[in-house]
């Protein structure tokens, strides 16, 4: 019997089955080297797998012996330690293999990225973006700043080249050398399965044609602050409150949920620092991510945001040193671009902007992208009031029909035909100044077209560009009702241009007193635009002095008032 015991104390401990040693040898646990075999039972009812690692005991049927052959407290203590010593080895190991896979897996997926423009670094195509030559990238990446390079086609950009690179805008029909339109919102469509904070653009200006309607799409169900910029292009004496009214409707409309509206000018900074105090509030350690359509300001956007936050948030001051290029050019943003901004954790990005097809930005030539870009506040051209181009004789007729059988070019860009409005009638444009606005006969329009074209309706510029031009191929017709003659009927908004009040009479045009009772209250127009351009009816944004004294507030239920999104300027 206490043979039996004496063998059983002096064979190797056993550990548990999932346990491995692969760098410990269990020969070291062996008091002594030769050991008698004998052939024990073993009764127990738990496998070695189930029991704790701290409770491991010598497995055997019989009792461990007494007298001198039984193991005393201190050999037990020893062989527990010696046990728990191995396994925490072994997990140590396993730890260490793991964090160093994950570290090689995170080198080989960055890459590094002009800090303009957000294109790959690339030294083997010059006309492509992101070219750097390599001299500079062998130089930079030997001291680990190739986060302050930029590329060759940014520094065209911000010395006023209009250099495009999304293939199928400006006429191009692309190459290697330029990246589609899906190429681009492929870049953005992580971001539905991401956390994170998404900061929406939207140009007053071209409010309809920049909104993107479907933003859902690219941002899942993330929370989204709506931010309007450009506000102070809108003409002189604008009542904010009835703007900020108008664009709330305008989203509710449209039933886009956001957290809320704010109207924002990168140029003055107005708007700015509630922006930045919305997302120091709302980001929660998430990455904030700004989107917005081609050319809305996203760049500019950040750049003043930056300027805001850097008077607080030393990060941000120090991100200022390397901002993202602005530029006229649609698609002057090529890929993602992570600036460090926050000093307590998560990154804004300045994403490339999303283009669409229905913009006039897609079909106009490169070289006059700069003339569809507002500079200064808008002033709104009245029609009648505008040149009108017409044979003598013509302008006694006009006063006294009003605007029937009148067509009006806006540039070379926009046609519309008067059909049938009141004599009162009167259409006030608003958009880019360098746009000439021309009115004449119906009948004598096409050949007036075709022979101004390129010389008085700009753009496009010069008469090469107007032999490649496509002209005004789609057109739709208008049936405008309105119910108060005193107030605008409606917008008639032009994708990536402007937009056009139509306003049903007109006192200060000197037109005798007409009893409007008796009239249809309907206006019928056609417009004419180049073929993917689009058309949005809308109801009319209050501008100026007189926006004020029309404009309407809607009187909301209490459910209204909880649900609505608040509005800051």
Not at 55 to 64: G, I, Q, V
Not at 287 to 300: E, P, Q, R, T
Not at 446 to 474: C, H, I, M, N, Q
Not at 494 to 515: F, V
Request: hydrophobic share 35%; glycine share 8%; net charge positive.
């Amino acid at each position: 019997m206490a043979l039996k015991t004496l063998s059983t104390f002096l064979s190797p401990l056993p550990l548990p089955k999932h346990y491995t040693l692969s760098i410990f040898n269990p020969v070291s646990l062996n008091i002594y080297r030769k050991s008698t075999p004998l052939s024990c039972k073993s009764t127990h009812s738990h496998s070695p797998s189930q029991l704790p690692l701290s409770d491991t005991k010598l497995l055997s049927s019989e009792p461990e012996g007494t007298g001198a052959a039984s193991p005393t407290r201190g050999d037990r203590f020893l062989e527990r330690q010696q046990a728990d010593e191995a396994a925490k080895l072994l997990i140590k190991e396993i730890k260490k293999t793991k964090k160093k896979t994950k570290k090689v897996l995170k080198v080989n997926t960055v890459t590094a990225c002009c800090y303009g423009c957000g294109a790959p670094l690339q030294t083997s195509e010059v006309d492509a973006p992101g070219y750097v030559d390599m001299d500079t990238y062998e130089l930079k990446k030997k001291h680990h700043q190739l986060r302050t390079i930029l590329c060759g086609r940014c520094r065209l950009l911000s010395h006023g080249h209009m250099i495009t690179a999304v293939g199928g805008n400006g006429g191009y029909s692309g190459g290697k050398q330029f990246v589609s339109a899906d190429e681009l919102r492929e870049k953005l469509s992580h971001l539905r399965h991401e956390k994170a904070l998404i900061v929406k653009l939207v140009d007053i200006v071209d409010f309809n044609g920049s909104f993107l309607s479907r933003v859902r799409d690219l941002a899942g169900a993330n929370p989204i602050i709506l931010v309007v910029t450009k506000v102070d292009l809108l003409p002189k004496g604008t009542d904010f409150n009835c703007v900020g009214d108008w664009v709330v409707e305008a989203i509710t409309k449209k039933k886009l949920n956001v957290l809320s509206v704010h109207l924002t000018s990168s140029k003055s900074l107005v708007g700015i620092a509630g922006v930045a105090s919305e997302i120091q509030k709302e980001k929660k350690g998430r990455d904030v991510y700004i989107l917005g359509s081609a050319n809305v300001g996203k760049s500019a956007f950040i750049s003043a945001l930056l300027k805001m936050m850097a008077q607080r948030d030393p990060a941000a001051a120090a991100a200022q040193k390397y901002k993202p290029i602005q530029s006229a050019v649609p698609g002057t943003t090529l890929g993602p671009i992570q600036i460090d901004a926050f000093l307590g954790g998560g990154k804004l990005y300045d994403t490339p902007g999303v283009h669409l097809h229905h913009r006039q930005a897609a079909v106009v030539h490169s070289e006059d992208l700069p003339i569809l870009a507002p500079q200064s506040r808008l002033r709104g051209q009245s029609f009648p009031g505008c040149q009108v181009s017409s044979k003598n004789g013509m302008a006694g007729k006009f006063n006294s029909n009003g605007l029937n059988g009148f067509s009006i070019f806006w540039g070379g860009l926009v046609r519309i035909d008067v059909l049938k409005v009141l004599p009162e009638t009167c259409l006030t444009f608003y958009g880019p100044k360098k746009l000439p606005i021309h009115a004449v006969p119906t009948h004598e329009a096409d050949e007036f077209y075709k022979k101004e074209l390129g010389v008085l309706l700009t753009p496009p510029t010069g008469k090469d560009r107007a032999g490649e031009w496509r002209g005004l191929e789609t057109v739709q017709q208008l049936q405008i009702n309105f119910e108060d003659a005193e107030r605008p009927a409606s917008d008639v908004a032009i994708s990536g241009l402007g937009w056009i009040t139509i306003e049903p009479r007109r006192e200060s045009l000197g037109i005798s007193e007409s009893n409007f009772a008796e009239r249809t209250k309907e206006l019928h127009i056609a417009v004419h635009v180049p073929k993917p351009v689009e058309i949005f009816v809308r109801p009319s944004i209050p501008v100026g002095k007189a926006g004020a004294e029309w404009y309407q507030y809607r009187e909301l239920t209490e459910k209204e008032e909880e649900i609505r999104p608040k509005w800051y300027f």
